[in-house]
């Protein structure tokens, strides 16, 4: 069980309390006909050790916000913080991004996927191999280090993805529609399994996602963000106990109240 | 099975109706020799078609050979080096609007008579299909996956052999196939300019004396060579790429 009173111990990692720190951003970028404002005045903390939540419309330059954060885009005013660090590479060494789609490479038998990070830190691969493999069983995939992409389900394939983003160790974490190619029932399961992988090793969690259930039930804090131009309009803490089973979560009144709230901000 | 059915299927009607034209009173023999005629002459000639042969095989390897460590290395320099790209395409382009024909003299006069403008021809036309291609599937690569790599804290080194040149692979193999049954057209237009040897020059030197039959024998071996050459780059691409299932056209 998370509890407030817990949380300090899961900070070690941090400098100053804070994660990641998104200050007076301004982000926009050359669109076929204009100039288009992805983002517009938005502020948005992540204190080491939450999971945050970051719903809004489609297009409203979610995206944009974790490439920021990843170190991947600078801004053009404002500033980002990750780990107490603002330039774009400590931010890069300071997050693990796991973008959309799984991207896995189909000529690397899954072991050779996740052992990618680490190769990329350096370590030769067969030592990546190596350190790589005992995960494979925390992650209920056990018995398939060897099969590619092509012969994995989807939930599988993104469970691989999760491991090359965990791997390098890095504190904070940033998802981009972690489960969004899944199907419901794969979805449910991945929620429920991420929501326990992060109880077991907490990490600094910025999540992007357009469900509001989803958001909830994995989330310490859900930011809600405005169609374009992307700024936060609402901040929600759920307060919901932890460690949170699904139909548990969905009976609870608190979680309807958060729900409406949620919707209700982003006007739908 | 079906698909190689089907395909000895079409080649045997064809050599029926082929026999069948030949047998006409009104078809010169001098034209046209029958497939009959044409094994006689496989038959009679064999060690003279297959020394030949041998010598157009090495032709066709060693430009092979050359055309795929330049091309593969020059697509992978304008890959890298975008202004060598702006530059060099055009000029790739334009180098294949030159009628090799026409360039195959220029060579021997250039090379001198042996294996030298041979390798060249070959070379110049099994170049662009192989460079093409490569460089193709070395700009196919999703930005986001690069995105990713950057991320993971790759350099630009690793970025191109863990994610660039793997994926390049398939096109590169694309690339082959299509150099591979080029390249003996090359060969023989390389023989035609000038050669004292070959199976283009036994070709040339059979249609000059009338030996119809020992002609077609003679393109009968090379087709047989190009489609032989396609099939192994389409093996050798089942090997190295065994991820990359699509039903590929096989010989």
Request: hydrophobic share 35%.
């Given at each position: 069980m998370r509890t407030q009173a817990e949380a300090?111990?899961?900070?070690?990692?941090s400098v100053d309390g804070t994660g990641v720190a998104l200050t007076g951003v301004e982000r926009g970028y050359r669109g076929r006909r204009r100039e288009v404002v992805?983002?517009?005045g938005l502020d948005l903390q992540v204190r080491a050790g939450d999971v945050v939540a970051v719903v809004g419309?489609?297009?409203?330059g979610k995206s944009t916000l974790l490439e920021l954060a990843a170190g991947l885009q600078e801004p053009d005013e404002g500033a980002v913080v990750a780990m107490g660090t603002s330039d774009a590479a400590g931010r890069r060494t300071a997050c693990a991004y796991m973008p959309q789609?799984?991207?896995?490479?189909?000529?690397?038998?899954s072991l050779g996927n996740a052992a990618l990070a680490l190769e990329c830190q350096g370590v030769r691969n067969s030592e990546a191999r190596r350190r790589a493999a005992p995960l494979f069983d925390r992650f209920g995939?056990?018995?398939?280090?060897?099969?590619?992409p092509a012969d994995l389900s989807g939930g599988m394939r993104q469970r691989v993805a999760f491991m090359r983003a965990l791997l390098p160790g890095r504190p904070v974490l940033l998802l981009d529609?972690?489960?969004?190619?899944?199907d419901s029932i794969t979805r449910a399961s991945m929620q429920a399994w991420l929501a326990e992988a992060l109880t077991e090793e907490p990490r600094t969690v910025l999540l992007v996602t357009h469900d509001v259930q989803e958001a909830l039930f994995l989330s310490d804090r859900v930011a809600v963000l405005s169609p374009?131009?992307?700024?936060?309009v609402a901040e929600l803490e759920?307060?919901?106990?932890?460690?949170?089973s699904r139909r548990a979560v969905v009976t609870d009144p608190e979680f309807g109240r958060l729900e409406r709230l949620a919707l209700e901000a982003l006007g739908a | 099975m079906r698909r190689y059915a089907l395909a000895g299927l079409l080649l045997g009607l064809f050599v029926l109706a082929w026999q069948g034209v030949a047998s006409l009173?009104?078809?010169?023999d001098l034209t046209l020799a029958s497939p009959v005629e044409t094994m006689r002459a496989l038959r009679d000639d064999w060690s003279l078609l297959m020394d030949n042969a041998g010598v157009t095989l090495v032709e066709v390897l060693l430009g092979l050979a050359i055309s795929i460590a330049a091309g593969a290395g020059s697509a992978v320099a304008m890959h890298i080096w975008r202004p060598l790209r702006e530059a060099a395409y055009p000029l790739l382009v334009a180098s294949q609007a030159i009628p090799i024909v026409v360039l195959a003299p220029i060579f021997v006069l250039a090379f001198?008579?042996?294996?030298g403008p041979k390798l060249a021809i070959v070379a110049l036309i099994c170049f662009f299909p192989i460079t093409v291609n490569v460089l193709d599937g070395l700009r196919s690569v999703e930005p986001e996956l690069l995105k990713l790599m950057r991320s993971l804290g790759a350099s630009r080194l690793q970025s191109l052999v863990k994610v660039e040149l793997p994926s390049a692979l398939p096109f590169f193999f694309s690339g082959l196939r299509i150099a591979a049954t080029v390249s003996v057209i090359g060969a023989v237009f390389g023989e035609w300019a000038g050669?004292?040897?070959g199976l283009g020059r036994l070709v040339l030197l059979g249609n000059n004396q009338l030996q119809t039959p020992r002609v077609y024998a003679g393109i009968v071996i090379l087709t047989v060579m190009a489609v032989a050459l396609f099939a192994l780059a389409g093996l050798a691409e089942r090997l190295v790429?065994?991820?990359?299932?699509?039903e590929a056209p096989s010989a």
């Open positions: 300090p111990e899961r900070e070690p990692l992805a983002l517009s419309p489609s297009g409203c789609r799984d991207l896995l490479l189909p000529w690397r038998d995939l056990a018995d398939f280090e060897h099969a590619r529609e972690p489960f969004g190619a899944l374009r131009p992307g700024r936060v759920v307060t919901l106990p932890r460690p949170r | 009173n009104a078809v010169d001198d008579y042996g294996m050669a004292d040897e790429c065994p991820w990359n299932r699509k």
